[in-house]
């Protein structure tokens, strides 16, 4: 009886929580499988492989997954590169510290809404944009972020984002850094590159899996900064598969194809988390 009272009672929230994940799962694994049109409700004829088909050969598909790949590439260097340097930079004692790195690890709390809404208006705005201004400065033409390098202004914006996640698990990591092995490298001569490579590179490669695991799933849903900013364009130069498949769903009304995409999607999330874990895995033992 005592075993079986705490599995009772944990029994509701663990039922609640499988329904809410395994209840959308299985109507959208249905309706990759039909053919379900908004535009007619009532008709839903048994498609069978027809969705996923005409997902994997949509001539944005390709595109999009390339430029998926593209952006999780691009921000986890990104992430990655600056996150060191920044936490190196705030690792250090001076005055109003703990104001700069509140500050630094502020944007990571912005709504990735927002956070496009401000690099569209008031950063890459070819007109009044800050950007903009500081083009005419130096006498340059300034640049159309958004209609020029649709992509690389997607990347920007997710980057800011989630370079303050990056900088706040290395700067912890740095905090145990040994500063007496430091010290000793230093009295046997070691310049400062090569305790950064050989000392400080190492100390953070677990936080440096952990960064790039976690970025890396996330990563694959972004779609606020592409609805806000791009719309996936010009044509599908900035469209990932997050954004086809609400391309698929909400303005060509095609349930069956976007719910294919999405199955698609969580299948490939999926196998890049099991590698990852596995990668990682390995690193942390």
Known sequence: MTRLLPRALM????????????????MTLYFSFVTYNLMQPGDRPFAG????????????????VAN????????ILITVIFGVLLALLVNEPFPGRGIVRVLLISPFFVMPTVNALLWKHMMMNPIYGVLADLWRFFGAEP??????????????????QWLPFACLIFITSLQS???????AARMDGA??????????????????????????IFLLSVFAEIAITTNGGPGNESTNLTYMIFKQSLMNFDVGVASAGALFAVILANIVAAFLVRIIGKNLD
């Open 11 to 26: 029994a509701p929230a663990v039922i609640t929580l499988l329904a809410w994940s395994i209840v959308p799962l299985v």
């Open 49 to 64: 492989l027809e969705n996923f088909h005409y997902f994997i050969t949509d001539p944005d598909f390709w595109p999009a």
């Open 68 to 75: 998926t790949m593209t952006l999780i590439g691009s921000v």
């Open 143 to 160: 640049v159309d972020w958004l209609t020029d390098l649709p992509l690389f202004s997607v990347i920007i914006m997710v980057a800011w």
């Open 177 to 183: 850094l040994d500063r007496e092995q430091m010290e």
């Open 191 to 216: 310049n400062s590159f090569q305790r950064f490579f050989y000392l400080t590179v190492p100390h953070l490669g677990r936080p440096m899996a952990v960064v790039i695991m976690i970025e890396m």
